[in-house]
């Protein structure tokens, strides 16, 4: 959120008293949000109705106190100043854990609890019990499964794209996207090796980044990033800025990936031409990158495709999803977009909706505008994905026109 102006006169502050009242109570959200994460599952589990021998209770109160404390001390520690990858480490999986247990612990405290009321299962304490372990018991498989799937390599995920303005010598072009690796404290360095071998393997003509490559500067995250320079493909490796680019020297991840071999779309487009048509593939820098200060950078999708010729299909590259509405109006043929994640940690997906127009998959905008949105190849801060399966896409251009390229 940006943060008002400290030149604004008191004039101006007196003329909107709502919109600062507003700015004040939202500084409260990171000090009330930690304390239901910690406080909530810490009644459910030792406190409503269960009467648990005293020692049980105390330690598991000074347990879920000392998560309370620790998560925001770690975390600051973490992805403050210092940027100590430990502490980071320690910060971010508190916060993935807290998150499973407090949602399990709303759900089945009172669902679960319910139905066994209704089914006349025991008494009060009885009942207690059975949702203390069924919370702890759904938690633990869920961060083993949630851990796991989030290391893993994604799976690839094909689909069929028809753009009506394709022509026929590009029907079959194949573009593989990959976005949000986050690259952070957590070395994925061999990870991010799988990630490109197995891109490879897709034999694409197009290779897509839609940015927030890492967490940390370029120099900091090169070991991880350096495998992108073996990706392969038989026209162009593309790639645009993320928001996580500019909380880290945004200039020295684009430097890096042109050296890596990529070439990075700053508002501006290249030509891809194949059997005599050509699609115009162009980029822009993230929506945030005009507030983040630095000299030159702004998503500027005039700028993006001055001197492109109206009538070519074009497919754009914008890392947040909601930049469709500008592409909409411009007449783009297909944007390809990250930055959801498809909500990595369920139901997180539900404040995401509440930013952005889509969550994952294909959806339409205005008249001919496709977007589509991945849900990302890597995890942000917490080493999790629930209900949210990480994915590298490959996306196979299809004309309405019968000619079909080999």
């Not at 796991?148 to 794209?161: I, N």
């Not at 430097?255 to 115009?280: F, K, S």
Request: overall charge neutral.
């Amino acid at each position: 959120m940006t943060e008002t102006s400290s030149t604004r006169s008191a004039d101006s502050e007196a003329q909107a008293p709502g919109p600062s009242r507003l700015r004040r109570l939202m500084r409260f959200i990171p000090l009330v949000a930690p304390v239901l994460l910690w406080a909530v599952p810490c009644w459910v589990l030792l406190h409503a109705g269960q009467h648990w021998p005293l020692p049980v209770t105390v330690v598991g109160t000074v347990l879920f106190v000392l998560g309370l404390v620790g998560m925001p001390l770690a975390m600051t520690r973490g992805h403050g100043r210092r940027q100590q990858d430990r502490a980071a480490i320690i910060g971010d999986t508190l916060l993935g854990a807290s998150w499973i247990l407090f949602t399990w612990s709303v759900l089945l405290g009172v669902l679960l609890r319910l139905a066994l009321t209704v089914a006349g299962v025991g008494g009060s304490q009885d009942r207690a019990r059975i949702v203390t372990w069924a919370v702890l018991g759904v938690t633990a498989v869920l961060l083993v499964w949630g851990y796991a799937e989030a290391r893993r390599v994604p799976r690839v995920r094909r689909l069929d794209v028809r753009l009506p303005r394709l022509g026929a010598g590009l029907d079959g072009l194949r573009v593989a996207l990959i976005t949000d690796t986050h690259y952070g404290p957590l070395d994925r360095a061999r990870w991010s090796a799988r990630v490109c071998e197995t891109v490879n393997t897709l034999e694409a003509d197009l290779v897509c980044h839609t940015g927030d490559i890492a967490d940390g500067t370029a120099e900091r995250r090169r070991a991880q990033a350096v495998p992108l320079g073996s990706v392969r493909a038989t026209r162009a490796r593309v790639y645009v800025t993320g928001n996580h680019e500019y909380y880290s020297e945004a200039q020295g991840w684009v430097d890096l990936m042109d050296e890596l071999g990529w070439e990075p779309l700053r508002n501006r487009h290249l030509l891809l031409e194949r059997g005599g048509d050509t699609l115009v593939v162009a980029g822009v820098d993230d929506v945030t990158a005009e507030s983040s200060g630095l000299a030159g950078h702004r998503a500027h999708l005039t700028g993006a495709l001055d001197g492109a010729d109206p009538d070519l299909p074009v497919l754009l590259l914008a890392h947040q999803p909601k930049f469709v509405d500008r592409a909409a109006a411009a007449g783009v043929d297909l944007q390809l977009s990250g930055h959801t994640h498809g909500g990595q940690i369920w139901p997180f997906h539900h404040l995401v909706g509440i930013d952005q127009p889509a969550l994952a998959g294909l959806s339409h905008h205005g008249a001919r505008t496709l977007l589509y949105t991945s849900r990302g190849t890597g995890f942000w801060g917490p080493p999790f994905r629930v209900f949210a399966p990480s994915e590298i896409t490959l996306l196979v251009l299809r004309s309405p026109h019968l000619a079909t390229a080999p």
